[in-house]
Nanobody
């Protein structure tokens, strides 16, 4: 089992920055991949950024160059630094963890989720 708790969401104006954190605990073998997903009202959940045990990272095109995913050395805390925020980044943001094979299957295959933290960007 894996437990995930997010923090750091909030409201900012366009162009501002936020840093999300996710405290992870439980079986480390069940969180070889970790990532951030988001879901806006009326839209499907989408992957934002992922990071693997080998520190390989992947970003969805809309956040490349603006967001950075990282972990602490113990891999117990996941971060998402979000810069140059845009109104279209407004969404509930979720931390997720599982094997990398499940991450490759899309968000519906991922088993472990935090409860989410809201990010709101005003124009």
């Amino acid at each position: 089992q894996v437990q995930l708790v997010e923090s750091g969401g909030g409201s900012v104006q366009a162009g501002g920055s936020l840093r999300l954190s996710c405290a992870a605990s439980g079986d480390p073998n069940s969180r070889n991949c970790m990532g951030w997903f988001r879901q806006a009202p009326g839209k499907e959940r989408e992957g934002v950024a992922t990071i693997s045990t080998g520190a390989f990272t992947h970003y969805t095109d809309s956040v490349k160059g603006r967001f950075t995913i990282s972990q602490d050395n113990a891999r117990n805390t996941l971060y998402l630094q979000m810069n140059s925020l845009k109104p279209e980044d407004t969404a509930m943001h979720y931390c997720a963890a599982d094997s990398c094979s499940r991450f490759a299957g899309g968000w519906s295959a991922v088993r472990y989720w935090g409860e989410g933290t809201q990010v709101t960007v005003s124009s």
